[in-house]
Structures are given as structure tokens and as C-alpha cells.
């Protein structure tokens, strides 16, 4: 049996053709939103009755992931199908996949999903990565505590433990400095599968997305340069010249060859640390290392919604309806304010009336009901004539959300 047929550019106002995205999250929510714009109908399968996508979905089938029925009714009104969360379990891909066209596939996600593959993969890409060490056994942790007595310095020491799954947002890590703190930490995380990756000196951080087609056709965003707070995404800022343009090139390539390394069709972003070479744990690695892949739009490419011709989003339903992809331009400065639940005065809402009365700034709302600290729960992307003039209104908006200056 060949694979399914992949939709070949139709438009949904003329034969309805359905999209189908796994989970009901705010990325589900986007990618639903400019599917629609284009014409086409959706479909979104998430459990939670309130969830961001399924509330605005033509087609919400609330059933669990593994549902085998459910998965089948997805497939029987989708013509494609995608995903927007990276824990979707690859079985349930796999299924979608014996009878419609699924992008990315189950086994680029099972990568991402695994901090130990992901490494491997980007090793095998000749990407470098932070040096690091798989710790899924007794034995494995008793050979890195070995050898970081025995070597005169720290080899991956100090460094942080991470879960290989599971983890966003900074969750599932702990932050080690000694071996018998490496040994507290893997008991305190259960002992499950993990990743021991050497602290390195960030100067700062920055991402790239890649939106590749069937055809291997690949086009990418302006490099995003990153501010996290906390584990989780805060800022992001992108104009002419946020990045030096010889790294900007080396993380594009990068990003180019993880993509096509797993011959992956849809929207990815890779994560990059660019560190602080003057620091001695930074010798040898050159200067830029890959972090991290999501096999899915991004919020740190958020500001292409109302900064570039054609947002991330766009991209996701171009690759997975089998449109052409042409390369995205960005036609202002933007910068990208993360509203997570903090900002939301106790059993209120923040002044949107004073944010909105600035230029230039476009406020994105999840749709979620209750804002807890951490959350997700909207973006504000403020955009400009200059870079100058994006700064000084999203300073301002960020002093009145109670947000602190970057
Ligand atoms: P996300 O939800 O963004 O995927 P995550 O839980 O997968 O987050 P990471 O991306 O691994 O977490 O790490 C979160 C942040 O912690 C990074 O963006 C970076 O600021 C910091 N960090 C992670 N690994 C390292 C490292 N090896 N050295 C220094 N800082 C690090
Ligand atoms: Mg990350």
C-alpha cells in the first residue's frame, strides 16, 4: 500500500476541504485561525471541551489522544492532518497515517519528543549541541560520577539534569553541581530516562523556523532572538541586525539540515545558545549549539503573525495542503511580548484599553478561562516603523502589564 494521497493545493471555498491538527492548544488555536482565513474548514482532536482550538474549530472530536475512535473520526473529516504539541504519542500519528497524509511525521516527532534522540539527531546532522551524557541506568549515572572524580576539572559538571521526556516550559530540571547532587536529583526525578548536559555561558539565545515541503522546498523566518525568564519564553525581538549575520547564516543552515536530516515536512524551530567565548566551559564548541527542536510552530515565531507576509502559521497550512511555499518577508521591527497568567490582576483583566492605545501593537488572546501563574494566556506583538520606536511602545506596554523591562 502506497502512502495517502497528498492534497495538491486545493482551497477550501471551493470543495470544503478539511485540516486536522492534533491538540486544542493556543498553537492549534493559530494554526485554525489561518487555515480558516484561507478557506479551509478544521478539524481538532483534545480531550478538554475549553480547549483554545476547539472552541473555534468547525470540528472538535473530544476524545482522548490514543482514542482509536476518535482518531478515526478525526481522519474521516480531515484531508491532512497535523500537530501542535510535540507529547502527542507517535502511535496515534502512526494510525492517522495509514489513511491521510500526516505532517510531521510520527517518527520526526518521536525525536523531538526524546531529549536523548533529538541529541543523536543533531550529532548525526553535524550540529553541535552541549556536550552531554545519557543517563537512563545505574550504571550510566556511576560512570559520569566516575569520571567527574577522576578528571581534574568538571567534564559536564557544573550542568543541568533534564527528563529525556516531558519537559517544556522548564519543568523536569534540576540544576547540579557536584556528583552527589547529580545523584539526589536522578533519585528525585524517579529515576527515569534523563539527560546530564553541561552548563554552558549564555550570552543570549535565538531560534529559527523552518517550514519545509513535500518537495523539500525549505524557506525560513528571520532569525528570533530570545529572552527567557524562569525557563519559559518572555521576549522576542526581531529586526535588522539582532543577530550578527554570519552567525544568523550558520543557525539558518542548521536549522536547514536538521530539517531535511529527517526529511521532515511542516513547520520546525530550533533553539540555539550563543555563548560567551571569553568563558572557559564555552572552549571548543564554536560559539553557537542547537538547544532544542519543536516539531511545530513556536512562540518565539509569534511575531511573524503581524510582522511578515506570511506568518508561521501560514506556513504550517501551506506545507501540510500542499501549497507552494515562497520565502517569508518581514516588513517591520517587531518585538514579542509573552501575557502569561501573572499579568492578570487578581479577578480581573489588565487594561487592555491602555496597551491597545499605543501604535502599533497587536494583542493575540488565547481564549483561556482561568490565569494561572505560568500560563500561556496570550501575546502582545508590537510592530513599527523602527526598532527604536517597537522598543520604547513595548517598554511601555510592559509597564503597564507589570511586566519588567528587557
Ligand atoms: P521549552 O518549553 O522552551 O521547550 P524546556 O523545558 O524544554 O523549555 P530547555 O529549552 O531545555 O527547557 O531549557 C530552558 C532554558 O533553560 C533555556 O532556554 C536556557 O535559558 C536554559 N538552559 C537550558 N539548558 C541549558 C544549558 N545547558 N546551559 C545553560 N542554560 C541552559
Ligand atoms: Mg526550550
Redesign the pocket.
Known sequence: MGAPARPTGGLGSSNEMTLGVMGGGQLGRMFAHAAQQMGFFTAVLDPDATSPAGRISHHHVQTAYTDADGLARLASVSAAITTEFENVPAQALNQLARTRPVSPSGAAVAIAQDRAAEKAHFVRCGVPC?PYAVIQTAEQLAAVVDAEASAAQGLLLP??L?TARM???????VRVTTPAELVAAWAALKQVPCVL??????QW?CSVIVARGADGTCVNLPVQR?L?RD???AVTEVYEGNVPQALAQRAVAAATSIAQGVDYVGVLCV?F?VLDESHPAAAGLGGLVV??M?PRPH?SGHYSMDACDVSQFHLQVRTLAGLPLVQPRQHSPAIMLNLLGEVWPEGGVPDWAAVLALPGTHLHLYGKLDAKKGRKMGHLNITGATIEQVRATALEAARILGIAAF
Do not use: R, V
Open positions: 552541549a550542568g543541568i533534564k519537559g517544556y516550559d522548564g519543568k523536569g530540571q548536559e553541561k552548563m554552558l555561558p549564555l539565545e530570545n527567557h525557563g519559559i519564553l533553539e545558545f538547544n532544542e519543536a512562540n
